[in-house]
């Protein structure tokens, strides 16, 4: 077991609850500070995401230094967009000997979505080789090229991420056990707003036992406004809203919108720890990091173990 | 075949504002199939030359010619004459035969009336869709004639992603999704189990990305 | 029927419309021709079945192609009638007549036009 509290909660079999921080446009470390202060106690690991949808943000491993030394439990989120097979690896070196023990493994979104669509991509190697990388450079202690390291081997608690809502919808769940297979430990899913179809899809998952060989933590998204519900149905790849959540927020007057959407936010995780095979959540509260703790608290997940 | 699309047409009016005397190279091959720098393609943008620079006051004299290829010595090395009779050349080949010509006559400039793009088949008259990126490594059998490396806008060898909708790639939503294609693919022929098996690394050295190529056949070399 | 149309309308006779290439309405101004206009059957009714419309989408291009090089796409028309319509004949004569002559003559006409380059 690596020294990853996420893990640790995980493995004691208690409901885990991650969140994640977006880092700043700029170089501002106190950003992060101020982000992750807000979640102190109220979650167990903290993702800290690499250039999302493309849009240049300070470096994910810098910020989850910053947060180590916080005192919190980071989760690396690298994407293969832009780094190739000896970036990678070298950037999961580095994050293990700062104390990083927790990393996504993403593919990352295309860079036509973000602030450089000029920029030429990497796509050197894809997510499920990039989690087998890291399990063959901590478990192997072998790099890609076949070479053995030189120093300590990384010891990380290996994620990944997946959409249950992604096409085609039949073979999500053999993906995942891809992932499983490759050597992933723990998934965040893509936020959830459609229940029953995550249902379906923990089905799928449940048949062939992925459950039982990854945890499987389970993405929320608290709706902040009516505009943010809409733009998330219609223009976020790989997301499924349904209609009647959006009918939801408009039946409560104006200043009540962003109290409903904390309230589903909550039904959501109470139906989620229902479903077997969930083993945590991950909220993702884009720029409404301060909402994290009273979904916490509303959903009854405190105290944190 | 190579496709390639004619620069908008201030881009063309720039290059060869300088002369008076240019030759008009189209190419009888791949710039003909897809409508780019073919005999027509080369006859229309003389004539919309010709008109331009008349009405700028500035005449130009522009020789048309279509050459059977630009990439092999053997039809580029006639062009000599038609070369040295003017200032500049003007083609609407494709980038190879752009170069190739400029390294035959190295001292005239031989200007791009086209961006080459990409490699790719014909849909439909007209319609002209990538298919190959040159990988150097052919694993068409794995995935049973489709390439991730070219038709999946992440090259991923163990695709999809999560932004993959509808059967549609999430940069363009006219563009399928490579993966569910091979999906549906393993599916026609009951071979979904194969979809669990971990494509391993790719080795891009065979590629552009071990550097530029070449290929030798000793025994043809005379 | 024994109507008039303007001198000016020079008519070249084909066999359909889509026997008119991007090149050929080119070359008549680059020859010197202030306007260029076809005219084709009906829609729906054209002997070869599709030329009409096939000759529709080449003026289309040639409209952006004139527009970029400077002449101008509005000296370019598509028409449609039958055989029968003689007074429609003369009348589009007249009306592609009167809008050329509003635009001026063709900017890239001058002593050397008729020339064969």
Redesign the interface.
Known sequence: MSASNLERVLRSGAFAVTSECGPPRGADGEVIKKKAGLLKGYVDAINITDNQTSVVRMSSAASCFILKGLGFDPVLQMVCRDRNRIALQSDILGAAAVGISNILCLSGDHQCFGDHAGAKNVFDIDSIQLVAAVKQLRDEGKFLGGEELKAARPDMFIGCAENPFGDPFEIRAMRLAKKAAAGAQFVQTQCIFNVPKFEKWMEMVRDIGVHEKMYILAGITPFKSIGMARYMQKSVPGMDVPEDQIERLKGVPKEKVAEEGIKIAIETIQRLRQVKGVAGVHIMAIEWEEKVPEIVEGAKLLPRP | MIVANRKP??EIVELIRPYKKIVLLGCNECVTVCATGGA?EV??LA??????R???GQ?I??KEHVPERNCDPEYVEPLGAIIADAEAALSMACGCGIQFVGEHYIDKPVLPAVNTTFDGVTLEHGVWSERCLGCGNCILDKTLGICPVTRCAKSLFNGPCGGSHDGKCEVNAETPCAWQLIVDRYKERNMLDKYLEIQPLKNWSTAHHGGPRTRVREDLKL | MRLTYPTNVKIVKVPCTGRV???HM??A??QGADGVYLAGCLEGECHFLRGNLRAKQRVAHVKE?LN????GGERIAMYNLSSAQGQRFAEIAKEMTEKVRGLGPN????S?TGEK?
Do not use: H, W
Not at chain 2, 47 to 52: G, V
Not at chain 3, 107 to 110: L, S
């Open positions: 047409f201030e027509k006859e229309v004539s919309e030359l010709r008109m331009y008349e009405k700028e005449p004299e522009i | 290439d991007i090149i080119l070359k101004f680059e192609l970029e090089c400077g002449i900017p890239a006409k001058n050397r380059k």
